[in-house]
């Protein structure tokens, strides 16, 4: 039976300092005075670490648990009710999914620690604890802690369990198995597609033999399961390429890094240079009207003051036009030999978690296919394949998790963009 303790910011131990092994759930009152907890809840949510194997009877437990801490502390509006420390090796399939279920239900986040294992139905129940509280910024509702591991595997049966209740018929016995298969492989896809994961997330997993172990490793991973990783610094890069990880994580199909051309904007040039690829888009659409004869006038966009005016005014009335935050790049893909531009970026180089992008469409710009998470934006920094928290080694020994730059730098083209009339003041 898992192991369920609550507490209120840093009272709950750490591991292998005191924690509790019987299988005991430590009450709100028995956890901290009253005045501790009514001076600390305005700052954190309350805290709760599961620790052991997960049985039957655990997601009771712990929905009592959660039941009471909501009379204890009622939920202030978007903000989770509360965190939840996972270690455990895994255990009862159901269980992990009821688990999942309750965390999604009662808005608490889940956390893997740095010195934890959260494998098998442990895994399956984080799936479920990614909550995010309104304006959450890095690395806050984030869920494993660089160094911590998580795997999942394959479901298997307890033919012990299932001899012994078909000992007197072996026909019953192999029937009670495939229905018992059945209903596990269905209750895994219907979770996987309740969680919003990809269809293939079930699929993968049960094609696996039970003993092998998918960890979450990269940073395509992290984002196709909508978890976030805690400790993940900006990778070190040059911007052009962070640009380009960027412009690629929110395509709705991503392209190989080989195929991919990048163009820096000059400073002063990148608010006309957008209104010309508005232009662009209105003349391919044989637009007229007051803005196509706005863009077409000399004395607007030769004029740096006009342009900024149309530039805010344009993204006011909600034109896909990019905040200018930082450097700025036409990010272009090389489709057997035709150059055709995909997104325009911006970069803060001072916060990995601001930049704007949008993408190029046949008739003008338009919003990212795909997002990135809300509290864990510089995830799109990295290119998808990079590994931001390295499986345990085949020897047994730990391994630091490889950064970007530890890897070759994937080798990207560049291209000077074609200039125009000059601006003036």
């Not at 600390?40 to 959660?66: F, H, K, Q, W």
């Not at 192999?174 to 309740?194: E, N, T, V, W």
């Not at 962070?242 to 195929?259: F, G, R």
């Not at 990135?372 to 931001?388: E, G, S």
Request: hydrophobic residues 45%; aromatic residues 6%.
């Amino acid at each position: 039976m898992a192991i369920l303790v609550l507490a209120v910011l840093c009272i709950a131990p750490a591991p292998g300092t005191g924690e509790l092994r019987a299988a005991t759930i430590v009450s709100l009152a028995a956890s901290a005075p009253a005045a501790l907890f009514s001076r600390t809840v305005a700052v954190e949510s309350p805290r709760l670490r599961l620790t052991g194997m997960i049985e039957p009877g655990d997601a009771e437990r712990l929905r009592d648990l959660l039941d009471k801490l909501k009379e204890l502390v009622p939920p202030r509006p978007g903000m989770p009710l509360a965190s939840i420390e996972l270690s455990s090796l895994g255990g009862d399939l159901s269980e992990g999914v009821r688990i999942g279920e309750l965390l999604r239900s009662y808005r608490v986040v889940a956390v893997v620690r740095k010195q934890d294992l959260c494998l098998s139905a442990c895994a399956l129940a984080l799936l479920g604890g990614n909550t995010v509280r309104t304006g959450a910024a890095y690395p806050f509702d984030c869920n494993v802690e660089v160094g911590g591991k998580v795997a999942f595997h394959n479901f298997f049966l307890d033919r012990s369990h299932l001899r012994r209740l078909t000992s007197d018929d072996p026909i019953a016995s192999r029937l009670q198995g495939f229905a018992d298969g059945r209903s596990g492989a269905a209750m895994l896809i219907k979770y996987a597609a309740d969680m919003g994961l990809p269809p293939a997330f079930a699929a993968n997993l049960m094609a696996r033999p039970v003993e092998e172990f998918q960890y979450v490793e990269t940073i395509g991973e992290f984002l196709a399961l909508n978890l976030c990783p805690i400790g993940l610094e900006r990778p070190r890069l040059p911007l052009s390429h962070q640009a380009a990880n960027v412009c690629n994580n929110s395509l709705a199909h991503p392209v190989p890094l080989s195929a991919i051309i990048v163009g820096q904007i000059e400073p002063p040039r990148v608010g006309r240079y957008m209104l010309e690829r508005v232009q662009d888009g209105l003349n391919a659409a044989r637009a007229r009207g007051k803005l196509a004869d706005q863009l077409a006038t000399w004395s607007v966009m030769r004029s740096r003051d006009e342009i900024e005016k149309l530039y805010d005014d344009l993204r006011a009335a909600g034109v896909a036009l990019p905040e200018i935050v930082g450097p700025t790049f036409e990010v272009a893909v090389n489709e057997a030999g035709r150059i055709r531009a995909a997104c325009y970026v911006s970069l803060s180089p001072a916060d990995p978690d601001r930049y704007e992008v949008v993408l190029q469409g046949p008739r003008g710009f338009a919003e990212a296919v795909r997002k990135p998470p809300a509290n864990a934006r510089r995830l799109f920094l990295y290119d998808h394949q990079a590994v931001a928290n390295r499986r345990p080694s085949s020897d047994g020994r730990e391994r630091v998790a490889v950064d970007v730059e530890d890897r070759q730098t994937p080798r990207l083209g560049s291209r000077q963009l074609p200039e125009r009339d000059a601006l003036r003041p």
